[in-house]
Nanobody
């Protein structure tokens, strides 16, 4: 059974950093694009970052320059490094995996097949 499990969520002061991790099991995720999305209470799900099978990355404008995404194919993990966190980054962060996603669609949540349960990030000022 395919599973994605996120970890690393925490409460952090504005300006701080966090590293989220997602472990994939059950499939050969080297063939999958991996993405991070987030959802704050009362708001719609929002794109964050994604990485394709060639390790090409894409970021939402709101996190560009502050967040980085990387993957370790051998370990089946994808990480999201978040720097200079702001209160508006507070949300539940979800890891997602999908196949056959073009670079243009990397940040489209509907193109992802598998989703984790999420890990919560709180940024306080």
């Amino acid at each position: 059974q395919d599973q994605l499990m996120e970890s690393g969520g925490d409460s952090v002061q504005s300006g701080g950093s966090l590293r989220l991790s997602c472990v994939a099991s059950g499939s050969t995720y080297s063939n999958y694009c991996m993405g991070w999305f987030r959802q704050a209470p009362g708001k719609e799900r929002e794109r964050v970052a994604a990485i394709d099978t060639a390790d090409i990355t894409k970021f939402a404008e709101s996190v560009l320059g502050r967040f980085t995404i990387s993957r370790d194919v051998a370990m089946g993990t994808v990480s999201l490094r978040m720097n200079d966190l702001r209160p508006e980054d507070t949300a539940t962060y979800y890891c997602a995996a999908g196949q056959g996603i073009t670079w243009w669609s990397l940040l489209r949540a509907n193109d992802y097949e598998y989703w984790g349960q999420g890990t919560h990030v709180t940024v306080y000022s």
